[in-house]
């Protein structure tokens, strides 16, 4: 696994700022320059800031109704958030000008992304995805789901693919020719996560019915992990390879497990668990080219996992709970979101740069 020495990945305060209310969603541009955060009070911002300090611009005060997701582009030049209200907003990062608002109002807009490929936005729309061209500023098409509202939706990160789960499963369509039928990842109950590994091999499915999936694509026959405590909330891939995949990281209740592919075939996949937090965990993600797996709860700890097996760190900072955390792609920075609308990020050193 990695050779940095434990010492080398602990984090130490960085910045903070306070939001009017739970902070729903955090999210890092892909060339690092801004965090943006969203809140229950319908608050989208644009944070850049130096040690100690944070400089927040608004893109979007406080409507009184929840903004849920948030997405940037993959060549950071516009940001996208969806909520309550039904309306997905598109913004250009560098002036925050509002460009294209879309009006859903009979729904709640809880899944967005943009494709790692191209300026294609998907988001949920009940049972339908739709998806968005921001360079010709029209609906591309409408993927109807059909048996469930929409769960979870991921691009894959190498081939034009959008996966969408809900009832029963999930459903995969190709972008290179959205009237194909989609390829179907049958379930016996609903799927309510899902996440590609990074180079696409693998899809990963948390369940509600106390199971998590992986299929790897190409494979009719996926793995089926079970014995977790509750409904598997939130999936986190490590981006370096152990052995023979990257790591796995599935969270259910206030537990946490991390899983490895076996050399034996019969195996499958291995398991281990990390049980530290008290109350159901928020979030999860591998800090980038490390095994470092970081760790949010509603217990107000955000635990540092070396290698994805001890712990080596505890934060705080959410006195109320965490609800969502996000590494900077280059890992020198973690921003986490609290319940109590607090914004806090943690760098490598005291002596790191601003970022933004």
């Given amino acids: 696994m990695s050779s940095l020495k434990s010492s080398e990945q602990t984090l130490e305060f ?3 700022a306070m939001l009017s209310d739970y902070i729903t969603a955090v999210t890092w541009s892909p060339d690092g320059a801004t965090l943006a955060v969203c809140s229950a009070a319908g ?3 644009l944070a850049t800031g130096e040690i100690n300090k944070l400089s927040l611009q608004p893109l979007q005060s406080a409507t009184g109704k929840s903004v849920d997701c948030l997405s940037f582009s993959a060549d950071s030049q516009f940001l996208a958030a ?5 309306k997905v907003q598109i913004w250009r990062v560098d002036s925050g000008e509002l460009i294209a608002s879309l009006d859903n109002h009979r729904v709640w807009v809880d899944k967005l992304a943009w494709s790692p490929h191209c300026n294609q936005l998907a988001f949920s729309m009940g049972r339908c995805v739709q998806v968005w061209n921001a360079d010709d500023h029209i609906v591309e098409v409408t993927l109807n789901f059909e048996s469930s509202s929409i769960l979870d939706l991921a691009w894959h990160p190498i081939v034009q693919y959008l996966a969408v789960s809900g009832y029963q499963g999930v459903k995969v369509w190709s972008g290179e020719d959205w009237d194909e039928d989609p390829e179907i ?12 590994s990074p180079q696409g091999e693998y899809l990963a499915c948390g369940n509600m019915d106390n199971t998590l999936i992986v299929s790897e694509w190409g494979n009719l026959e996926p793995w089926v992990m079970q014995g977790f405590p509750g409904k598997v909330r939130e999936l986190a891939w490590s981006d370096q390879i152990n052995s023979l995949a990257p790591l796995l990281a599935a969270s259910s209740s206030q537990g946490v497990s991390v899983w490895a592919r076996d050399a034996d075939e019969s195996v499958g996949w291995e ?25 949010a709860a509603a217990d107000g700890q955000l635990c540092l996992w070396y290698e994805a097996e001890q712990l080596l760190q505890i934060l705080e900072g959410a006195e109320a709970g965490f609800s969502c955390l996000a590494w900077h792609p280059d890992g020198q920075f973690l921003a986490a979101g609290g319940c109590g609308g607090e914004l806090v990020v943690w760098s490598k050193s005291t002596g790191s740069k601003g970022f933004g």
């Fill in 185 to 196: 990842l049958s379930v016996p109950s609903v799927t309510g996560a899902i996440a590609w």
């Fill in 43 to 45: 608050e989208v911002m």
């Fill in 14 to 16: 960085h910045a903070a």
């Fill in 271 to 295: 398991g281990w668990a990390l049980e530290v937090h008290e109350n159901v965990v928020s979030a999860i993600a591998f800090q980038p080219n490390t095994f470092l797996l970081a760790s």
């Fill in 82 to 86: 969806g909520g309550q209200d039904g």
